[in-house]
DNA sequence: TAGATTGTTAATCGATTAACAATC
DNA sequence: TAGATTGTTAATCGATTAACAATC
């Protein structure tokens, strides 16, 4: 019943939420032309416990040296790697909006191994526009250029009414995983992975933190 | 060391990011016109264990009914209560790009106690003119102002490389929260809150999640 | 009443942290 | 060599799940 129910053996998922961070760190240094890392390099920046990055970098496979630490290239690959993020993700963008724009617009992607090759919405004021150089199609040709393009990733941007239906959508095109950017919780078979992506948690969160402080 | 030390004695944070999920179902509820909601319809709806959503509840210090659940308006706006979602709080949104200006758009945080008054970029391509309605002002202006305003809250969508500059001129001008969209780990004192709201973690996840079915 | 659902106390599970020997 | 940092094994912590009596 659980979500993860075919995702088993892997790095625990608060791992690899915090491999991107380190991503970032290591960028740094490769910039500053730095050869060497070690944990506490990156638990001095990051405010982590030096412990907690050894055993996160350890899921990736990676095997570091005593009292020198990890090679900057070589856990930049790895991790980009572990990832996939070497080889692009081609994906669908569904809902056109204010976000899916956004989502468009924003060029860190490609570095992250995804590629929105097409996006697509329901309102005849944007179908025919192009935004961020990107033609916005039709919903209805979706399924028909999913298949034929072999499109595996499918981009959630409409509001919560409508997600539904678009991850239907996605799902009869056969698309194997969904970035769910709406509230809304989405039903889909098995085999299809759903990622969500919801503002309200975090704001949530943001919330009671700061009301602690009233 | 830890980002929580001062935000001990209240809900886990997990329990808390779901909430909001909760939310939707309640209000698709009360659309309905349905009095009572037990944790059996949510679990069915959502894909928790019922045991889940009882804790989680609990935490917002709610009373049910046995055998009737929790009556669905109180449930709401008890929710609502314990997120502080019922007052708005301003706030000021740094970074006029192609995902500020998509928050900028979004009308749904009004909901969720949020107004964000005013926004601020460095770039004169943009200060001075109006994005959803907002006029877009000069970052100079912003401690100025946040002062004068008492805005709390400050929304950093800035690139990575900008986003420490743009805290430290958050945190100069008195506020107690910052919501960060950059991927970088923001440097504040202890007595302000920041809630990371990473795009890379999320996609990290979801490429891990659909790298098992290769 | 009978039975569904609550609230509470205890057990399990998984992630974080600690301890420490191995190594360059 | 001495000491910093690694990888591994064990202990702790916190969230999830189970069990069950209380209740309407």
């Known amino acids: 019943m659980s979500d993860n129910e075919l995702l088993k053996n892997s790095a625990p998922l608060p791992s690899v939420r915090r491999l991107p961070l380190y991503l970032t760190v290591l960028e740094e240094f490769e910039r500053e032309g730095k050869e060497w890392i070690s944990t506490t390099d990156f638990s001095e920046v990051l405010f982590l416990k030096p412990i907690q990055v050894r055993k996160d970098l350890a899921h990736t496979g990676i095997i570091g040296k005593p009292k020198k630490g990890f090679k900057v290239t070589e856990l930049i690959s790895t991790i980009y790697n572990f990832l996939g993020w070497n080889n692009l993700t081609e994906a669908f963008l569904v809902g056109a909006g204010a976000l899916g724009s956004a989502l468009l617009g924003y060029s860190g992607f490609q570095r992250h191994g995804l590629n929105i090759v097409a996006a697509f919405d329901v309102s005849v004021n ?63 078979p098995p085999n299809v992975v759903v990622q969500r992506e919801d503002l309200s948690s975090g704001l949530a969160v943001l919330s009671v933190k700061l009301g602690r402080f009233d």
């Open 126 to 188: 944007v179908i025919g526009k192009s935004i961020h150089g990107k033609e916005i199609l039709s919903i209805e040709k979706l399924p028909d250029l999913a298949r034929r393009m072999h499109v595996r990733l499918g981009i959630i941007t409409v509001p919560a009414a409508r997600a539904q239906e678009a991850a239907d959508c996605l799902v009869s095109a056969g698309i194997s995983g969904i970035w769910n950017f709406s509230p809304s919780k989405l039903h889909v």
